[in-house]
């Protein structure tokens, strides 16, 4: 009786073994990013006050988008577009901010209008 016990302890961690291998390898094939947030700083750097603009590096499901002017407050636009359907923007003097609530992949931008330079910083990050 004592090894029937002993060895259906073993066939339960052994299907315990099976299963957790198989919960592992089911995680593993679903992608990394697939319900994961994306943020992303860009510009940071001093742009001409003549409609210049720093953009973030690529398109995103971006939602939000900010921007700050340091050192001043100059009339500033934010922006989230991709260039076709979807292009949000909204002004501010020093700083900025857009909401985009669609799916579309969109690019963060940030304008500095204020006539000089002014180092400009973004921040854009997605649902």
């Known amino acids: 009786m004592r090894t029937q016990i002993h060895l259906l302890s073993r066939a339960r961690l052994a299907t315990l073994a099976m299963m957790a291998s198989a919960a592992v390898a089911v995680g593993a094939a679903v992608p990394a990013g697939a319900s994961a947030s994306f943020a992303e700083f ?4 001093s742009i001409c006050g003549s409609n210049c603009y720093i953009q973030s590096e690529g398109a995103h499901t971006f939602y ?3 921007a700050l002017a340091k050192g001043g407050s100059p009339y500033m636009a934010c922006q989230l577009t991709n260039f076709g359907s979807v292009n949000e923007v909204t002004h501010g003097y ?4 857009e909401y985009y609530f669609g799916a579309a992949y969109v690019w963060a931008r940030a304008y500095n209008k204020g006539g000089n330079y002014y180092a400009v910083i973004g921040y854009a990050t997605t649902p």
């Open 64 to 66: 939000y988008n900010e």
């Open 94 to 97: 020093g700083t900025c901010y």
């Open 42 to 45: 860009y510009g940071g750097y």
